[in-house]
């Protein structure tokens, strides 16, 4: 049964009154049992009693089942001994009535009290306790079975109903999601169906019965469906794929058709099946066949989709990342009439979004988002949330009262590669090997035409990599050219290159750049037909989906055009590596002057690298050596990190750069 997000109050009802006062009442008898199994009481035989009790130790008797009229019927007797008798505090004995006039004789000889209880029957609650206190407990234990076998939450006996939550108002709207407006303009047609259906009935349109938002995760594909239930303002129910499918089979598609049930009587209502593709996925990918119980689940989700009402007021939105294991069925109109691609926000989009995540943040004056946004590219929605959160982290644990642009550019490096590996410590040799290395990617991103904007360099270790460049298309596009990307091979062997310009050698740090340059070179040869082999497509992923086709390419060339595929591949290789090559030699000075610069300062920004190009220097900084010559400092030792100099915001070099 589907659940409300809102936290309800237990009421205390008389049942939990009953359990407690039951709690102790059995507590008490605990107690009662252990204190009286501490006293030291005994047995008597009949003849052993009178002996005690002329012999004085008896000090109170009491008497139970006394009888004035003679009867014959046992006495039970039991008391307590005088201090002189350490054997025993207490005693029990049997008796018979006759023994009643032989105790009244020797009481007028020795002195003890006689308690006569005018009580015929011989009954022992405590008795009776030790018998009744399992008994409850044994009943306890079955009222519960019996009542969490009736409640909504027992999951011994509730396998089959529905994991839908409920939630009645989602606090989103269509103002809380930036960017994505073609998007939102065909969700706003579900949102009017919802408020006025009657337009479109009138019309003999039929509303989509179905959504599928499509797109990379963090894009913003749950957050739509929340604006949409929250611009509607009807019930919108949530659940996982994964919800649907248990250890045991038919609760899958037991739990689809009391989720369409819930629905059908809150309608109008939305139905939102985030990650579809757990309970989605194309038929035929299990061993189990058509017994298998994930398809038994898509089944019956194909038939309630299909199978209620036209004008029911159910609209189902389901988010997915893998569209393309989805079973076609799933996908047919009727079922899920639309689909809605969200991709990764532009430069634009990306601006909107920071400023809806800023809103609560305080930011410096000169934190410019605009600027933010463009350095940005490929960031999700969530990653640029959750790059500003780094930023404002970053800020509370320097404790100052704004979020600084130094806080920015750390929170962007740290999203895209890591935080800072500032303990790490490069060799002399070391150090000038990676500045070279990271100069020669920037030397190519500098000089080349179709090359991106270089944006930062640094020679600080984050994550797997000793250093790294920063670079972002001049230009957003959605296609790439082949001088663009025979540019980008060459700025990824460029790292080799001035390795082996500078100091000739060669080492592992260029590993990575290899591969995404192979990479880029080989999807040109069989994928975007940019080589002499013509444009032909020559791998294809068409294995089958139970062998795993995600992971199995078809061949459908012979091993001649693959060694001409590798001798393509080769010649791109070639002809980037020599262009790097020609390049770093012609502006060598260049490279030098940058290399120099990172094994002095760690970290370049563009400013600082267009001011090198320019004029050869970096004004802040020869200002800084400047202060720092005139405290007899030495040259050698003033190298300084990059949160060093960020941090030095309201010195006047840093406000000239």
Request: aromatic share 8%; net charge negative; with cysteine.
């Amino acid at each position: 049964m589907a659940q409300m997000n809102k936290p309800m109050k237990k009421k205390i009802g008389f049942s939990d009154i009953f359990l407690l006062a039951l709690f102790a009442f059995i507590i008490g008898g605990v107690i009662l049992f252990a204190l009286r199994g501490n006293e030291k009481i005994v047995e008597l035989e009949h003849e052993e009693f009178f002996e005690l009790l002329e012999a004085g130790q008896i000090k109170e008797l009491s008497l139970r089942g006394v009888s004035g009229d003679g009867n014959q019927n046992a006495l039970e007797a039991y008391g307590t001994f005088n201090d002189t008798y350490t054997l025993a505090e207490g005693f029990v004995v049997t008796l018979m009535q006759d023994d009643y006039q032989e105790i009244l004789r020797i009481q007028k000889t020795v002195p003890f009290t006689i308690k006569k209880i005018e009580v015929i029957s011989s009954f022992n609650w405590l008795s009776l306790l030790s018998i009744l206190v399992p008994v409850i407990i044994f009943g306890v234990i079955i009222y519960l079975m019996i009542k969490n076998s009736a409640g909504s939450q027992n999951k011994a006996f509730d396998f089959g109903k529905s994991r839908a939550r409920l939630s009645r108002k989602s606090g989103v709207t269509f103002k809380d999601v930036a960017g994505l407006k073609e998007e939102k303009e065909e969700l706003i047609e579900l949102v009017d169906f919802l408020k006025a259906p009657q337009k479109y009935f009138s019309m003999g349109a039929r509303i989509p019965k179905g959504v599928l938002l499509v797109g990379p995760p963090g894009t913003g594909k749950t957050l739509l469906a929340r604006a949409v239930a929250g611009e509607a303002n009807v019930p919108f129910y949530t659940i996982s794929g994964s919800d649907f499918v248990e250890m045991f089979v038919g609760v899958g598609a037991s739990r689809v058709r009391d989720m369409f049930k819930v629905a059908k009587q809150t309608a109008p209502c939305i139905v939102f099946i985030d990650e579809i593709d757990a309970v989605g996925r194309q038929r035929g990918a299990g061993l189990g066949g058509g017994h298998d119980e994930r398809e038994q689940t898509l089944n019956q989700l194909l038939v309630e989709m299909d199978g209620f009402g036209g004008h029911s007021g159910i609209i189902v939105i389901a988010a997915t990342n893998r569209a393309d294991i989805l079973d076609p069925a799933l996908l047919r109109p009727g079922r899920f009439d639309r689909q809605i691609t969200i991709n990764l926000p532009d430069v634009m989009a990306r601006e909107e979004i920071l400023q809806v995540h800023a809103r609560n943040k305080k930011l410096s004056k000169r934190v410019n988002l605009s600027d933010i946004a463009k350095r940005t590219p490929g960031f999700s929605g969530a990653d640029l949330e959750n790059l500003l959160n780094e930023a404002a982290l970053l800020a509370a644990r320097e404790n100052t009262k704004e979020i600084k642009i130094y806080h920015v550019d750390e929170a962007i490096d740290r999203v895209m590669m890591g935080p800072a590996k500032k303990s790490k410590k490069y060799t002399e040799t070391e150090k000038a090997l990676v500045a070279y290395h990271e100069a020669g990617h920037a030397v190519i991103g500098l000089k080349l035409k179709h090359a991106s904007v270089v944006q930062k360099v640094t020679i600080i270790p984050r994550g797997d990599a000793g250093g790294y460049n920063l670079m972002t298309p001049k230009e957003e596009t959605f296609l790439q050219t082949k001088e663009a990307l025979l540019a980008q091979i060459t700025g990824l062997l460029a790292g080799r290159i001035a390795e082996t310009l500078v100091f000739n050698q060669m080492t592992t740090g260029a590993h990575s750049d290899f591969q995404k340059a192979t990479q880029i070179a080989r999807a040109m040869v069989t994928e975007f037909g940019m080589s002499n082999l013509g444009p032909i497509q020559y791998e294809r992923q068409t294995g089958s989906v139970f062998l795993g086709r995600d992971y199995m390419t078809d061949k459908n060339f012979s091993d001649q055009v693959a060694l001409e595929i590798d001798q393509e591949v080769r010649r791109i290789i070639d002809e980037c590596y020599k262009k790097g090559e020609e390049t770093l030699r012609e502006y060598r000075s260049l490279l030098d002057l940058i290399a120099q610069h990172l094994v002095e300062i760690e970290t370049l920004t563009r400013e600082d690298i267009e001011e090198l190009v320019d004029t050869g220097r970096i004004q802040w900084w020869e200002k800084k050596k400047a202060k720092l010559a005139e405290q007899n400092a030495s040259l050698n030792d003033a190298t300084i990190t990059e949160e060093d100099r960020n941090r030095n915001e309201n010195e006047d070099n840093n406000e000239n750069r």
